[in-house]
């Protein structure tokens, strides 16, 4: 894609009161997939469709995140904070790497040391920074504690990216899955979502401002057959996070998420494609591979 041509045929009327040195990029962005909604103080809350975004090439992507740095080539993040919740899984794992490529110093949380020690040690062997603290996201008193010790180490965080596990059940249609499996993702999401989201948004509004970053699914604005209450959860994350932006927008703090069509890296997602497959008579799930654009669009 000719992102010069493209800016020519974009209709500027989409680019909602944008300040002048990112014209270019909020109208890239939005032809890239990614839509935008005012809201009536003139922030935004964005999701980024990840169909579009794929689909750029280098050059198109390069231009975005060299008129992001101001014309210059580096990192995109260079020594700032960055906290990653659900570090220890496969998109939180991956996020935090390719924020730690850019330069963020990246705190990873979540349960499982173990594991995060494991992305750690990744991220710190390929020259970025990284520290491990866990902590139980569905406890508040423990996520403000853990953010305020983290303020007070290195200074404020300006990124946070929420990649929770919410534990739901999919493979099973809604006449036999029982009513605790159905509610097990709404909760874990929104109980998580309310402790962190409010959390780290009162904590960027007090310092100057910053963005915070999910994660949802096509499933969330599509009903797709036996997901369970993945897609209810999905929606419910996303009003929530629309109206964490509407509250917190004009107090300098960003709210964004990635609704992604499915990760194969997930625990899961691979069987239940596996299950659709061979309902439709599909013998070969060869072409399902792990992707990095999460991770990107993400960053």
């Known amino acids: 894609m000719n992102c010069s041509r493209t800016l020519r045929k974009f209709r500027p009327t ?74 220890s899984g496969a998109v939180g794992a991956a996020v935090a790497k390719a924020l730690a490529r850019e330069g ?86 929104l109980t998580t979502w309310f402790y962190t989201g409010t959390a780290v948004a009162d904590h960027m509004a007090r310092n100057g401002g910053g963005s915070i970053v999910g994660i949802s699914a096509n499933a969330g604005r599509q009903a797709f057959p036996n997901v369970g209450g993945f897609g209810i959860a999905c929606a419910a994350v996303e009003h929530f996070l629309r109206q964490l932006a509407v509250e917190n927008g004009p107090l300098g703090v960003r709210v964004t998420w990635v609704r992604s069509p499915g990760s194969p890296d997930s625990p899961g997602v691979h069987d239940v494609w596996s299950m659709a497959a061979r309902e439709r008579g599909m013998t070969s799930m060869k072409s399902i591979k792990s992707s990095p654009r999460i991770p990107r669009c993400g960053v």
């Not at 300040?19 to 939005?30: K, S, W």
């Not at 280098?58 to 740095?69: A, E, F, I």
Request: charge should be positive.
């Open 104 to 189: 963020a110093r990246v705190f990873l949380a979540a349960r499982h040391k173990d594991r995060l020690d494991a992305v750690a040690d990744d991220i710190r062997t390929r020259g970025g920074m990284a520290e491990v603290m866990p902590v139980d996201a569905t406890d508040k008193q423990a996520v403000e504690a853990q953010l305020a010790l983290i303020s007070d180490k290195t200074g404020p965080v300006k990124i946070m990216f929420n990649a929770i596990d919410w534990g739901d059940t999919q493979g099973e249609p809604l006449g036999t899955i029982s009513l605790e499996k159905v509610l097990r993702p709404v909760q874990t999401g």
């Open 14 to 87: 989409l680019c909602s009161r944008p300040r002048p040195d990112q014209m270019d990029v909020r109208c890239r962005l939005q032809r890239s997939g990614i839509a935008q909604t005012s809201n009536r103080n003139g922030q935004h809350a964005r999701n980024i469709s990840l169909g579009s975004v794929g689909k750029r090439n280098s050059r198109s992507s390069s231009s975005v995140r060299g008129y992001v740095n101001g014309g210059k080539k580096g990192m995109l993040l260079k020594d700032r904070n960055a906290i990653v919740y659900g570090a």
